[in-house]
């Protein structure tokens, strides 16, 4: 018997008791100014949110984009990336993105978390690589806390997705705030009803 098998049957026969899981509390209910909190967290958290109809996005998002921007957009309401990106793309490909434009697929309005699936990003460094992010969302996508935030993943679980809150900041310990020190520099979130 080598070391290696004598190591795995000691594991095996130390193996501690099985024990359920713990049954986890399904979340707070949503309060009946979900939409308000929401956009006041997103703004705590050093981003911008604006509740606008769907016609709005297109305009919107135009205001954020310019002539010489790079831009990558995922969503149908604004079709004009300037370059492609897949999830085969090389890191280099992905240097000097302006913005990026993508869709969320749940809002947690506690602390203005985004959650945002594999199949959204394409490429899973987009969201970071880009020097302003937009994120589109529906209001009847936002739960209260985290605790529904996770019941809901659990029914939709498919693989990858990563929870975005706010652009990238950093501090040191005489509080100076820094945004956009290793990411995004400024965040968008478009809430549509």
Do not use: C
Request: charged content about 20%; hydrophobic content about 50%.
């Amino acid at each position: 018997m080598t070391s290696r098998e004598r190591i795995l049957q000691a594991v095996r026969a130390n193996r501690g008791e099985e024990r359920p899981l713990p049954e986890l509390p399904a979340g707070a209910a949503l309060p009946d100014d979900a939409v308000q909190r929401f956009m006041a967290m997103i703004e705590e958290v050093g981003g911008e949110a604006m509740l606008v109809t769907k016609a709005e996005v297109h305009g919107l998002v135009a205001s954020r984009d310019s002539e010489s921007a790079t831009v990558v957009s995922m969503v149908a309401e604004y079709p004009h990336s300037t370059t492609k990106v897949s999830a085969r793309s090389p890191l280099a490909a992905l240097e000097g993105i302006d913005l990026v434009v993508l869709r969320g697929a749940l809002g947690v309005v506690e602390n203005g978390a985004i959650w945002l699936t594999e199949e959204a990003m394409t490429h899973r460094a987009l969201p970071f690589v880009a020097m302003h992010l937009v994120l589109l969302l529906r209001a009847d996508q936002l739960v209260a806390d985290m605790h529904g935030a996770y019941a809901a993943l659990s029914r939709d679980a498919s693989g990858f997705g990563v929870f975005v809150s706010g652009p990238s900041k950093t501090a040191d310990i005489e509080r100076a705030l820094v945004i956009g020190a290793q990411g995004p520099r400024s965040l968008l979130v478009v809430i549509t009803p």
